[in-house]
C-alpha cells in the first residue's frame, strides 16, 4: 500500500537558525498537505499543494512540491520559539478522499 | 477547531467493554475521518466517509466500527476486540480532498 516517509523524526535547533522537514511517497500523489500540531493539541492546516514543481510561500515558511509529485518539503528560515510542534505532511491519491499522514518531524527550538 | 466537536475529552474503558467516541461538525462538511495517534507518534486512519450512509476502513480498522447516519455525525465505537485502545483519537472533516478541520480529540485509557 501506499507509504508516505518523513525525516527527519526529530530536528533541535537554535533561535534563529533554518529548518527542513521532508516527504517522500512510494507513490505518485493527487496532492499534498502539510499541518501543525502543537504539543497537546491537534493538527492545523498550513498549506496544500496541487501542481507539479509548485512552490508556496507564508512568511517564513517555504513549501515544495516535487517535480514528479512524490515528494514534498516544507521549510522555515530563521526559526522562532513559536515554531515549536510536529510537522506532519498529509497525502492523497487520485480520485479518493483518503490522506495518508507522514509520520511527523518533531522540531525543538532552543532559545 | 472551530466548527467540529468531539466528546469525551477523557474516557475510561473497562475490559471487555465497548466505548462509543462522538464527533459533531457543523460545517456541512461532506468527508468525515478518525485517526488515532499514540505517543510521539503520527496519525493512523482508522475510517473515512465520503458521503452519508458510506464508510471504508483505512489502516487500522480491526477493533473498530463506525456509522455515519447523518451528515453532521461520525460517531466511533472501539469494541472489546481493539485489545490495545490506550490513545488519543482524532476526528475530522473536510469539503472532499480540501483541508481537513480536526476536533480537539479524544483520550482514551484502560482501567
Known amino acids: 500500500g501506499q507509504q508516505v516517509m518523513q525525516i527527519p523524526q526529530y530536528q533541535h535547533v537554535q533561535e534563529g537558525e533554518d529548518f527542513t522537514t521532508y516527504c517522500n511517497s512510494s507513490t505518485t500523489l493527487s496532492n499534498i498537505q502539510w499541518y501543525k500540531q502543537r504539543p497537546g493539541g491537534h493538527p492545523v492546516f498550513l498549506i496544500q499543494l496541487v501542481k507539479s514543481g509548485e512552490v508556496k510561500k507564508q512568511k517564513r515558511l517555504t513549501f515544495q512540491f516535487g517535480e514528479a509529485k512524490k515528494n514534498s518539503s516544507l521549510h522555515i528560515t530563521a526559526t522562532q520559539t513559536t515554531d515549536v510542534g510536529t510537522y506532519f505532511c498529509a497525502a492523497s491519491t487520485s480520485g479518493t478522499y483518503k490522506y495518508i499522514f507522514g509520520t511527523g518531524t518533531r522540531l525543538k527550538v532552543l532559545a | 477547531d472551530g466548527g467540529i466537536t468531539q466528546s469525551p475529552k477523557y474516557l475510561f474503558r473497562k475490559e471487555g467493554q465497548n466505548v462509543t467516541l462522538s464527533c459533531e461538525q457543523n460545517?456541512?462538511?461532506?468527508?468525515m475521518y478518525w485517526y488515532r495517534q499514540d505517543p510521539g507518534q503520527g496519525l493512523r486512519l482508522i475510517y473515512y466517509?465520503?458521503?452519508?450512509?458510506?464508510?471504508q476502513k483505512g489502516d487500522i480498522a480491526e477493533g473498530y466500527s463506525v456509522s455515519r447516519e447523518k451528515k453532521e455525525s461520525f460517531p466511533l465505537t472501539v469494541t472489546s476486540a481493539q485489545k490495545n485502545p490506550t490513545a488519543f483519537y482524532l476526528c475530522a472533516s473536510s469539503v472532499g480532498d480540501q483541508p481537513q478541520h480536526f476536533g480537539d480529540g479524544t483520550r482514551l485509557s484502560i482501567l
Open positions: 460545517l456541512n462538511h461532506d468527508a
Open positions: 466517509s465520503q458521503i452519508v450512509n458510506d464508510f
